[in-house]
């Protein structure tokens, strides 16, 4: 397939329905570059049906997860109104293929943010940060990719729960947490896991929209990657993660 317009045409109607596809490198492999162009033409589609683009979301900046998803580049995707869950509410599985979930440290945007920025001009830019969780769900057969397959998949962005806002002056660095499900501790780690401290990923959020065309407006919302592993989830599953002085964000999965 060398047709980006219908490669995204593909990958949308996917997320939009919640059905599996066959990877596109099985019979091509995507460059990064046509990825993300994949992306973009993508998302076009949603927000011509209506969605607005929110921010966005970094991947890929845990160990773990590039472990996990034996993948070794940091990536991104745009996150839109549609994707915004309620902080303690129900979830519907049937909107996804395979979600998992996975606990994030959640920028708000005081300011714009592009281009090449110092950890100190990216938090100076930050109106407040919050405990999240993301729904991650790649619309790929078996929940396997490329790395082309997953930019091109808008970055297995699909959902998420952003808990109380806090102060932007708040230490993010190395706070523990435990993401439990059903009452039971499914991952437990640190902020820290994200890049050594949270920040330097809202760093890379800046340069990579930067190299775009875009730009971190004011009242986007940044996701900063997975600070653990994603779990699995099924209908009926409650899944709540305490943050080390940020506090607690939940959700319930429905059908």
């Not at 949603?46 to 929110?54: D, N, P, V």
């Not at 049937?94 to 100190?120: C, D, Q, W």
């Not at 997975?226 to 209908?235: D, H, K, R």
Request: net charge negative; aromatic share 6%.
């Amino acid at each position: 397939m060398s047709d980006l317009t219908k490669i995204a045409e593909i990958a949308d109607e996917a997320a939009r329905t919640g059905t599996a596809i066959a990877q596109f490198s099985d019979k091509e492999v995507l460059t990064l570059d046509e990825a993300y162009a994949v992306q973009a033409l993508s998302m076009q589609r949603r927000y011509a049906r209506g969605e607005k683009r929110i921010g966005i979301k970094m991947g890929f900046t845990s160990r773990a997860k590039m472990v996990q998803m034996g993948l070794d580049e940091m990536i991104w995707g745009r996150l839109t109104d549609a994707m915004r869950e309620e902080d303690g509410g129900v979830i519907s599985f049937k909107k996804y293929v395979h979600p998992r979930v996975e606990p994030e440290i959640a920028f708000l945007m005081r300011k714009p943010l592009s281009g090449n920025v110092t950890v100190f001009e990216a938090m100076d830019a930050v109106a407040a940060v919050a405990p999240a969780m993301e729904v991650i769900d790649s619309r790929y057969d078996n929940f396997k990719f490329d790395l082309g397959d997953v930019v091109a998949d808008n970055s297995s962005s699909s959902g998420f729960v952003i808990g109380n806002w806090c102060a932007p002056d708040s230490d993010i660095s190395n706070l523990g947490l435990v993401m439990s499900i059903n009452g039971k501790a499914s991952q437990i780690g640190s902020t820290a896991a994200i890049l050594g401290n949270p920040a330097r990923s809202l760093v890379a959020a800046a340069r990579m929209v930067a190299s775009a065309g875009e730009c971190l407006n004011e009242g986007d919302i940044v996701l900063a990657g997975g600070a653990t592993a994603a779990s699995a989830m099924a209908v009926g599953d409650s899944v709540v993660t305490d943050f080390q002085d940020l506090g607690t964000v939940s959700f319930t999965v429905g059908e």
